[in-house]
């Protein structure tokens, strides 16, 4: 993978991590107003999320790197998206994949006793398209 810089998100946490990861997915977007995307196809997305926080767990991580890939690559590798129930009522468009991304994230991290938040994710569809998605402080703490 090309190595990326992204926006950075302002907070004051003592530890941020940034975590890559890609994986392969179909989708469609069920709207005359969508154009060629109203047609089945793929895209391998290039996913960072940024997690932040200032406590650390017992072994010294905000979170283990293998379990943020494990929860989304094996969640939406190889898969049509418009099959997952998030997209049930919602278009699988990159900013809401972008947003379901960072709520289950955070559903995780919420379980952690150290308490990260998800600050930040990011989720490049193209080589030249991204979307940016950072919840509302108060929709994390």
Avoid: W
Avoid at 58 to 73: M, P, Q, Y
Avoid at 84 to 97: A, Q, R
């Amino acid at each position: 993978m090309m190595q990326q810089f992204y926006p950075q998100v302002q907070h004051s946490y003592r530890f941020e991590l940034n975590k890559d990861m890609h994986f392969s997915a179909a989708h469609f977007i069920p709207s005359e107003d969508a154009g060629k995307c109203q047609v089945m196809h793929g895209h391998t997305y290039h996913i960072n999320i940024t997690i932040g926080g200032n406590e650390l767990d017992s072994i010294g991580f905000l979170i283990d790197f293998k379990e943020l890939k494990n929860l989304i690559h094996d969640k939406y590798d190889h898969s049509v998206l418009n099959d997952h129930p998030e997209f049930k009522n919602n278009f699988p468009t990159t900013e809401k994949l972008a947003e379901q991304i960072c709520k289950s994230v955070q559903e995780v991290l919420l379980m952690r006793s150290n308490k990260p938040v998800c600050l930040q994710v990011i989720v490049r569809e193209t080589p030249t398209s991204y979307v940016i998605y950072r919840p509302e402080q108060e929709a994390v703490l």
